[in-house]
């Protein structure tokens, strides 16, 4: 593949190219089709992938930080990617594997992550509002001070997460694992745990309510 001529805005479909190691950066590929390609090691940031198709695209170790990524992310390899200051707002990252990722100030309100794997991530103080995590991995990941309210988390796994004044109201915890995790002081106020797994779990200065739907498996 001819990097010149994708950076030249005339190829906009190239599914299973070739890109490894290229530099895109500070480009406009907005809408570019690129699923299934091959984009390890490359350089990517600040540019705008809004609408990009990079569904099933490997990305190990990307630099991608500062980009427009609001794109078609469908279980995409983003493993040990820069996504620093990323704007991924209503993304679709279902299945996406973000393990060892960097994620400081990243923008996730709204994204779909249902089934990804974000386990051991640092997520200190993002924005996660109203997005999709169920059913996903994220053991061990730091949530402290994160803004989840209204955030769907059935079914997912936050065995000993950082859950520190975590913003958690309207959340659905609902069968979820938090097995081990930290919320002191987080907020549930209106939050839905039932059947939830609580094992060990730090609950010291946590905030509730009448309103939440406390059923949940909580264990010394």
């Given amino acids: 593949m001819d ?18 190691d290229s530099d895109l950066s500070k480009l406009d ?9 091959s984009l390890v090691g490359a350089n990517l940031s600040h540019s705008s992938l809004y609408q990009a198709r990079l569904e099933g695209a490997n990305l190990l170790g990307a630099q991608i930080a500062g980009a ?34 960097r994620l400081e100030g990243v923008s996730l309100s709204g994204a779909f992550l249902s089934g990804s794997n974000l386990m051991g991530v640092n997520l200190r103080g993002v924005d996660l509002r109203g ?4 059913g996903a991995n994220l053991s061990g990941a730091n949530l402290k001070g994160a803004n989840l309210t ?22 659905g915890l609902a069968g979820a694992s938090l097995v081990g995790a930290n919320l ?7 939050a839905d745990f039932s059947g939830a797994v609580m094992t060990r779990a730090c609950l010291v200065g946590t905030l509730l309510d009448d309103d939440s739907r406390s059923s949940s498996q909580v264990a010394p």
Avoid at 3 to 20: C, K, M, V
Avoid at 131 to 134: C, E, M, Q, S
Avoid at 184 to 190: E, I
């Fill in 3 to 20: 990097i010149d001529t994708i950076r030249s805005g005339q190829i906009r479909h190239a599914p299973g190219a070739n890109l490894e």
């Fill in 29 to 37: 590929l907005k809408g570019i089709h690129l699923a299934g390609a």
């Fill in 68 to 101: 427009d990524l609001r794109a078609n992310l469908w279980g995409t390899n983003l493993m040990q990617c820069d996504l620093t200051g990323c704007d991924l707002r209503g993304a679709n990252l279902r299945g996406a594997n973000l393990m060892g990722a």
């Fill in 131 to 134: 997005a999709d995590l169920r």
């Fill in 150 to 171: 209204g955030t769907e988390m059935q079914g997912a796994r936050l065995d000993d997460a950082n859950l520190e004044e975590a913003d958690l109201r309207e959340a």
């Fill in 184 to 190: 002191l002081c987080a907020d549930l106020v209106g």
